[in-house]
């Protein structure tokens, strides 16, 4: 599967960003897909996991109740969905798929990494 994240971009402390992420070579209809983020310096770190159908998802602590990550399978594209946005945000957003419900969901394992998007935010 090839991804390819968008929608990154500077935002103001508070502000919001919605993110994309495509395929352009497989349907994800039948992938789970996942956010991670690496901030400078720092080790990549889970943000978010949705199943292929949508009817579950996850989230890391620091993102509960302010991201929202979700999926149209009709256009082969994932979302998330970021409010409430802190500078500790900051960082490059990768997406993820993976077709084994276990790994993605249970171990955050994913086996397509697309590259990545920047986000910005300022205090």
């Known amino acids: 599967v090839q991804l390819q994240a968008s929608g990154g971009g500077l935002v103001q402390a508070g502000g919001s960003l919605r993110l994309s992420c495509a395929a352009s070579?497989?349907?994800?209809?039948?992938?789970?897909m996942g956010w991670f983020r690496q901030a400078p310096g720092k080790e990549r770190e889970f943000v978010a996991v949705?199943?292929?159908?949508?009817?579950?998802?996850d989230y890391a602590d620091s993102v509960k109740g302010r991201f929202t990550i979700s999926r149209d399978n009709a256009k082969n594209t994932v979302y998330l969905q970021m409010n409430s946005l802190k500078p500790e945000d900051t960082a490059v957003y990768y997406c993820?798929?993976?077709?084994?419900?276990?790994?993605?969901?249970?171990?955050?394992?994913?086996?397509?990494w697309g590259q990545g998007t920047q986000v910005t935010v300022s205090s």
């Open positions: 070579n497989r349907a994800l209809s039948r992938q789970n």
């Open positions: 993820a798929a993976d077709s084994r419900p276990w790994a993605a969901m249970t171990r955050r394992e994913f086996d397509a």
């Open positions: 949705i199943t292929w159908s949508g009817s579950g998802a």
